[in-house]
């Protein structure tokens, strides 16, 4: 199998992508709990998010989504904003390195009351599409015509 050399211990690059998949759900959970979010500014600090995780290498998609109805209780007026919870928060990505790609993210469940991170498939081949989706990048005029 294939080694890869950014480790100290020999990791193949199966095991390398899952660790890589738990630090950038660890990092993005750590990072972001606690900052001021409200309905005006929560689809701006996700895709905030999503272009900084994706900056990040083997990262090829990620998708943030925040549901705020699962958030605290609203303030009013100036304070009229919530705190971002695990509860909020949902996460999916997925990395590749030559031929190995890994499925990951980190959501709400319910059932354990609890924000989980979770592999979700460890493989060869393409990502799935429909899975999530890396943020639009800027390459110039022609680019983001051809995009629309």
């Known amino acids: 199998m294939a080694r890869t050399s950014i480790h100290r211990a020999r990791l193949d690059r199966r095991e390398a992508l899952l660790f890589e998949a738990g630090i950038k759900l660890g990092g993005v959970f750590h990072q972001y709990l606690g900052i001021p979010v409200s309905a005006r500014t929560a689809a701006g600090l996700a895709r905030t998010i999503e272009r900084a995780v994706a900056l990040q290498p083997f990262v090829r998609r990620v998708r943030v ?66 899975s999530v989706r890396r943020p639009a990048r800027r390459r110039g005029r022609s680019a983001r015509r051809r995009a629309t």
């Open 65 to 130: 989504r925040l549901d705020l109805a699962r958030g605290g209780p609203l303030g009013r007026g100036r304070f009229a904003y919530r705190y971002l919870t695990g509860e909020m928060l949902e996460v999916r990505l997925v990395l590749a390195d030559g031929p190995v790609t890994v499925r990951a993210q980190l959501a709400h469940r319910p059932d354990l009351r609890y924000p989980l991170m979770s592999v979700d498939a460890v493989g060869p081949g393409a990502p799935r599409a429909t």
